[in-house]
């Protein structure tokens, strides 16, 4: 049985886009500041990655950041689970797709979405931090959207940890000898990512980098435009 794609006039759309990134924005709001986390909905609970992003989520959660993931089921059910059984703040962001399973049980406030865009602004609405375990297209849609942002300066300076140096080295070599070669990235841009196996280093790195996000108390923001956004560094 297929399903049949319909194609909505955008002006049927927006009102719905918008009411879903306001129910988010007030959930949001509720809680402290949080940390995005990324990866694939295929991995199976007896795989290392699943353990490790479990104890991710309870790592998170002990240190009292929010842990916000894609809510369905593989690493972004290990990290709600990790959170939840720790007692923490687990958000899910609920999309309802054809061929995906059920969202994950291990949600304290589950979100539901219907369109890409209004789930996925909602990651850098409160996010703190940013983690991207093993994943495919959608992971590396999510990785690269805050990579953009933060590179240009259109949301605040955040760290993107990526977990799985194994994982991880092909893709970054690449980028290395392909956009950085011809000049298409800057210099720096490749310092822009963390790349550890080690929880301690990931918890450490987001302690250095985000020291006063546990005394912030702010309303979920979405990226700006910046006054000086013309200075900023251009892909």
């Known amino acids: 049985m297929s399903n049949k794609i319909v194609r909505l006039p955008a002006t049927q759309q ?6 879903e990134m306001r129910a988010a924005a007030e959930t949001l709001q509720e809680m ?12 199976r609970p007896d795989s290392p990655y699943y353990r490790l992003a479990e104890a991710l989520g309870e790592r998170l959660a002990k240190a009292g950041l929010t842990v916000i993931a894609g809510g ?11 959170a939840y059984e720790a007692g923490g703040h687990s958000v899910g962001l609920n999309i309802s797709l054809p061929r995906e399973a059920s969202n994950n049980h291990y949600q304290t406030h589950s979100l539901q979405f219907d369109y890409f865009y209004s789930r996925k602004a909602t990651f850098f609405m409160h996010s703190a931090a940013y983690i991207a375990l093993p994943g495919g297209f959608g992971t590396l849609d999510e990785l690269f959207e805050v990579t953009t942002l933060v590179q240009t300066g259109k949301t605040p300076k955040a760290p993107i940890v990526l977990i799985g140096t ?6 970054l070599d690449w980028i290395r000898s392909h956009l950085l070669a011809n000049g298409l990235i800057g210099g ?25 996000c546990f005394s912030r108390h702010e309303e979920p923001s979405l990226p700006i435009e910046r006054e000086d956004s013309a200075d900023s560094v251009h892909q």
């Open 14 to 19: 927006i009102p719905r886009i918008m009411s």
């Open 32 to 43: 402290g500041w949080g940390v995005s986390v990324f990866g694939s909905a295929r991995i």
């Open 72 to 82: 369905g089921p593989g690493l972004m059910e290990a990290a709600n689970k990790g």
């Open 166 to 171: 194994d994982f991880w080295a092909g893709l």
């Open 188 to 212: 720096n841009d490749l310092d822009l990512f963390f790349v550890t196996d080690d929880l301690d280093a990931v918890m450490a790195h987001i302690h250095t980098y985000c020291a006063d």
